[in-house]
């Protein structure tokens, strides 16, 4: 991982003072900041954005209200944002379905988020597992996988569309595994009804399944990162079983209509860096294994480019559709 004060250096602040029209920014910002977040209050973007905001508000100098703007898959909130005016007064809490899955799922949109956002800063890849009782006969993913050819096992995710979903899409895929979609409302709701024997496995992530799995609650057969997690190094990722390339996470990052000034975003950038990399948020991330990156706001944009790449082509060869 990059170290804090190389990246920090990167994001050169002679940059702002050679810009043209920087002076213009200079008393930027000059007033409250809102940051939108199109999901309900209590949920992982929702604490996230909260917390990180409380570490931007000082420095800034002014206060960022998080506001809630939940509704038709953050397709509201984003429309509100790209809408806004590009001045780095108004922030997007953006994620895999709101830049990535959204142009697939649906025929419409009010919004091009390819067209109308800029990238500033990444908070998190959130590691997907695939968990079982641990009372059930399957006791690893190929045996789940044999398991399966005999009676498809049905899977519970938090949403239809949600990263777990087409992550699970993606291993049927790559792996031969046959399954059934049980869609919840939200991962609790999935994981309280695998307790409950109403569906037989979960993909579940990182922050609403590190207490099952570490309470034994649970039982994890494999996780979908690139890497073992630190918090459970006995659960086997798909890649070293043989599984190459399946690879999936949730994640999400902060974006700022396009237009707005680069030296606006590379501040923007410079302060979620410090604020990602603070002891309170840091131990919070490893507490729940979430995984960090300090990406710039061109690597943020590149990571969503490749993202594209997989994800659009698959929705649309399932077929899946939030619009009709």
Known sequence: MVGRRGVLAGFSMAALAAAPGARAQASWPDRPMRWIVGYPPGGASDAFARLIAAQMTPRLGQNVVVENRPGGGAV?????????????????HVDNGILVYNPALYTRLPYDPDRDFAGVGFIGRFPLYIVVRPGDPVRDFAGLVAASRTRAPTYGTPAVASPHHLAMELVKRR??????????RGGPAAMQDLL??????????????TPFIRDGRVRALCVMSEARSALFPDVPTLVELGHAGTVAYGWQGMSVPRGTPAPVIDRLAQEMVRAMTSPDIARRLADLGIEY????????????????ALWRPLIRELGIRLDG
């Not at 509201?76 to 997007?92: E, I």
């Not at 792996?175 to 919840?184: C, D, I, R, S």
């Not at 409950?196 to 399944?209: E, K, L, Y």
């Not at 710039?296 to 969503?304: H, I, L, M, Q």
């Open 293 to 308: 990156q300090p990406w710039s706001p061109t690597e943020f944009s590149d990571f969503v480019q490749r993202e594209n």
């Open 76 to 92: 509201l909130a984003s429309d509100l944002v790209a809408r806004s005016a590009a001045d780095g007064n108004t922030w997007m």
């Open 196 to 209: 409950a024997g109403n569906v037989d496995i979960v993909v579940i992530d990182t922050a609403t399944g």
């Open 175 to 184: 792996t031969g595994l046959a399954a059934e979609h049980v869609p919840y």
